[in-house]
């Protein structure tokens, strides 16, 4: 809202100021101007993060209160695309039990994003996400169903390690398994 138009318009005076200055400053794009807090779907858990200069969110905290739970990933938070999360904000988080990453945020996983997620037993990722990168989901031993329309790279060892899965039913859309995605 209006605090964010605050903030942008401080940013863009201090910059002019530099610039006029002779002093270069090129932010980084991934740069924040504010917190937000997103209550979880359920209400019993929360996400944070941080809304970036292109308006957009990037998560970078899961608050579970040390229960297992039912994660959603929403796509929008206040009319802003929840566009990211921090390369190690779900890693060995022994406290999700689920998780469903809706379509029209998140559009990239990290390497070993959900890596030892030990009480995960199922993912569910809404079309838009293209591709699981190298051990996404490697050792998340509760692993028991996955959902994964619209992928079209399954990458390496994403989900080696003991897990609980049994069967896989692998999209059409896929082109291309990793090595050891299964191992």
Known sequence: GDELKSKVFALTAVMLLMAAAGVAMTPAASAAIGDV???GHTGDYALDGKVQLDGTIRLNTLITGGVPRDVVIPSTCD???ISSFTSTMFQGNPYISSLLIKAGG???IYDDSF???TALTS???EPGI??????AFRDCTALTSIAIPGVTIIGGYVFAGRTALTSIVIPDSVTRIGTCAFR
Not at 130 to 135: A, C, F, I, N, Q
């Open 37 to 39: 807090r997103i209550p």
């Open 79 to 81: 009319g802003k695309r």
């Open 106 to 108: 998140v559009e990239y």
């Open 115 to 117: 890596k030892g997620c």
């Open 123 to 125: 993912i569910a990722i």
């Open 130 to 135: 293209s591709e699981l990168p190298y051990g």
